[in-house]
DNA sequence: GTGAAAGCGCTAACAA
DNA sequence: TTGTTAGCGCTTTCAC
């Protein structure tokens, strides 16, 4: 054998792709200034920058993060999970979250957690798996060791839409008994007296309606009827909510729901019916979703800023991955009431 | 110096996580056993097999599958393109999609491309360099030459929620050119004959609303009339839109919306006016949304099987992904005309 | 069935 | 400002 054949025995291709070798090669740098003049271009002189800028066009190179992420334990890669995302709610706050990091170079990886507990584990791993620099909670994760655990890898936790006194790392949202006892006193305050409630059996919204009953009775009314329905609430749900809240408590005249959608069934049974709204029945919704102000009547609903929170939460990831310090780990949104015709 | 200091100069630290190493050494193996231990079982003795595994949960060991992507060329990352996930249309794809990838141990990156057109070549870059499985573009992405750099880059694509007869690669949808006839058809078929439509100005809506009116046309119909509003479309352009249409073309007992949102829109508005559905006016909506059913009067949609698409999505790029062939690349997932009170 | 070596494409650490 | 070296943690290739 000809040892001047230096060509090793085994070779491995790889993908074909342009690489940064490439790229360095062409613009006559070392690979690693060419790196440098990519991701920090103020470290580099001007030659350098343009020559490596026009390599880079001209060969039409992608970086491949998943080397970079690899090598500098920094994959610009954010989970959010999300109980689904065919509920209308946390859309837009997923939609801002995505946005907003993808104007940072960041991008959203993914998560439903809603469906089979048992595969939230098999959920963590492969987010874990994937070293994200952050993950946000929309909604709930049931586990906690499972929140414990992604603590445990290091990586930063933001947990949105509510509001604990002690939370896991970093959170952003309001308080849902606030939400309740300003919708009783709201209603009160219109002169309603005889009032419901309408939730879906999700823990949040029952600390909604918690607060509201206390509150309805605390101002010296009646004890508010409640029906629950199932999560995720639907307008089929709340038309049948409204039905059966009828038959029993007929004397009710405002209701509370805790979805939008809820709302909409309410007011197409109420309409299906003739009963008159907001004349015999009050009706307030929650999330003022895009088509509450439209609605006939146009829905009175707590307004919460979806947006705002995803932004927020964007920003808390962005900094700790940056190194910058998060001073304050809490952030409430709040949240209004938007008086419309319905109520 | 003492020679016998092997210790190198410099040192990296690592991200303290356990790494396969680990794992390997608590096993008593080679790191490359416990990695087939992990992937391929079967080629492993049960011994190595029990010792990798209890190892593995003793350490808590999450495999980093950046690492294992650079690797294997093959990341189990799947990218998805939505104009915007607000709109409720490809919700239903992309949770379905989401599941059906979490299921086969793949993972959901998602990427908006409605905004911001300038920004779409940034949001293929992200893509790319995440070198993904695989992508699935919902909607429209919408420079041609973006799509072939997706197919030069190797990343296998799949088009949805459309039918050509020339896909990039692989497609599942359905033709909205028939969705337009069959409803131009099926109104026909009613005894209705002042038709008109409401389309969002989005282009796949456009073509079912072309094809609506050539169909009406060739029906011998009076020509529809046809009222633009801007995508994405809401109820309160679906309000606008009635208003605009009773008072330029009162005599219309019909309208084909194109999406349900819209509908549910002219229905709002429809009963704001007093105006009977379906006796005065018959109403269509398209995408079969969950509240559709439930609507008072339950309106009558074009259903499409977001599911399916999904399914089907994740079911190509999985195949792609694993090697097996895709003898079909192209899914007509069909469509169906759900007949309701609204017509 | 198991292992040693090499390398996926990139960046941190150090040196000049 | 630029370059050299040594990994990041895993899997492929080849050998036994």
New binding site residues.
Partial sequence: MDPSDTR??????????V??????RLA????????????TP????P???QRVTEAVSRTG????????G?????SRLVAAVVPTISGPVFLQTVQALTAALAERGYQLMLGQSGYALEREDALLEAIIGRRPDGIVLTGILHSDQGRRRLLAAGIPVVETWDLTPTPLDMLVGFSHADVGRAVAAYLHGRGRSRLAAVSGDDERASRRMQAFVAEVERLGLPRPVLIQVPAPTTLASGRRALAELLSGAPQTDAVFCSSDLLALGVLTEAQSRGLAVPRRLAVVGFGDLDFAADLHPALTSVHIDGDAIGRQAAQFIVDRAEGRPVKQRIVDIGFSIVERDSA
Same sequence: chains 1, 2.
């Fill in positions: 090793p025995a085994r070779r491995r291709r790889g993908s074909g792709a690489t940064l070798h490439d790229v360095a006559g740098v070392a690979p690693i200034t060419a790196s440098r003049a990519l991701n103020t470290q580099v002189s030659d350098v920058l190179y992608v970086p491949n993060r998943l080397a970079g690899l090598a500098s334990l920094r």
